[in-house]
């Protein structure tokens, strides 16, 4: 019997390859300085996190609950409550 309902529960596409060690400390501090901008109120900041994200934290989220629509509003809750 193949086993091709497994793969499915080891598929992880939001896991991505780890950037080199420049590029992170780059993009971790230009992401540390949107974080702080939105903080504040800059919608601009807002949402570039947002796209940046929202993917990633709905493939993750979806493959928790096994429900798209579901994980569209607990996406969206993300969001509103960081």
């Known amino acids: 019997m193949p ?4 793969q499915p529960l080891f598929h992880r596409p ?3 390859t780890a950037p080199t060690a420049m590029a992170d400390t ?3 501090v230009a992401e ?3 974080v702080t901008r939105a903080q504040a109120g ?3 900041a807002f949402s570039s996190l947002v796209r940046s994200h929202q993917n990633r934290i ?3 989220i979806t493959y928790l609950c ?3 629509d579901e994980a569209t509003d607990l996406t ?3 969001f509103i409550k960081a």
């Open 3 to 6: 086993l091709s309902w497994v």
């Open 14 to 16: 939001w896991r991505q």
């Open 26 to 28: 780059h993009s971790s």
């Open 58 to 60: 709905f493939g993750f």
């Open 32 to 34: 540390e300085q949107l």
């Open 76 to 78: 969206q809750d993300v």
């Open 42 to 44: 800059d919608p601009v």
């Open 66 to 68: 096994g429900s798209a």
